[in-house]
Antibody, heavy 121, light 108 residues
Framework: EVQLVESGGGLVQPGRSLRLSCAASGFTFDDYAMHWVRQAPGKGLEWVSTISWNSGSIGYADSVKGRFTISRDTAKNSLYLQMNSLRPEDTALYYC??????????????WGQGTLVTVSS | EIVLTQSPGTLSLSPGERATLSCRASQSVSSSYLAWYQQKPGQAPRLLIYVASSRATGVPDRFSGSGSGTDFTLSISRLEPEDFAVYYCQQYGSSPLTFGGGTKVEIK
């Protein structure tokens, strides 16, 4: 059974940093692209970032480019999102999602339950 | 960036009725790389349809997707009580990946 478990969210002041983690199990982690998607309270879904199976292809939404960094650790079957210079508009539930292929151009066939990030002073 | 516009914003229907949801893209979606997701309150999104018309594993056959180019449709043939939710389309043919704003299907 595929499982994606996010952690690392919390309350943080504007301008500070936070690192999200996603522990993956139930599939061969190395074979698939992985994604971060966020959802602000009461709003729709927003794609944040994607990393291909071998980290060779990485993409970011314009809203986070230069501030967020996605990475993966195959030894730990984990996905990460380093978030720097956080802004109040980054407040959202952050989902980890599994791509259906190794490529960045993939739909999301499994999702975690999300971790909440609140940016406020 | 491909902008996806979903309509209507809210669809009020009764159980047993047919639902038709639209997703229109600002430019052609490459290879019909268009997916549909269902989200219920307090839950993560669930994949329903990919490459415009392929049902994901375990999705009932009352859900169907169609379309190509810039116009896509999700149809639910006969609404069951568990189908009342928010539905999002997403294109993954070009970067940045984008989602539509969602259609809420509510009980009339």
């Amino acid at each position: 059974e595929v499982q994606l478990v996010e952690s690392g969210g919390g309350l943080v002041q504007p301008g500070r940093s936070l690192r999200l983690s996603c522990a993956a199990s139930g599939f061969t982690f190395d074979d698939y692209a992985m994604h971060w998607v966020r959802q602000a309270p009461g709003k729709g879904l927003e794609w944040v970032s994607t990393i291909s199976w071998n980290s060779g292809s990485i993409g970011y939404a314009d809203s986070v480019k230069g501030r967020f960094t996605i990475s993966r650790d195959t030894a730990k079957n984990s996905l990460y999102l380093q978030m720097n210079s956080l802004r109040p508009e980054d407040t959202a539930l952050y989902y980890c999602a599994k791509g259906n292929t190794y490529s960045s151009s993939s739909h999301f066939d499994y999702w975690g339950q999300g971790t909440l990030v609140t940016v406020s002073s | 960036e491909i902008v996806l516009t979903q309509s209507p914003g809210t669809l009020s229907l009764s159980p047993g009725e047919r639902a038709t949801l639209s997703c229109r893209a600002s430019q052609s979606v490459s290879s019909s790389y268009l997916a549909w997701y269902q989200q219920k309150p307090g839950q993560a999104p669930r994949l329903l349809i990919y490459v415009a018309s392929s049902r994901a594993t375990g999705v009932p056959d009352r859900f169907s997707g169609s379309g190509s180019g810039t116009d896509f449709t999700l149809s639910i043939s006969r609404l069951e009580p568990e189908d009342f939710a928010v539905y999002y389309c997403q294109q993954y043919g070009s970067s940045p990946l984008t989602f539509g704003g969602g259609t809420k299907v509510e009980i009339k």
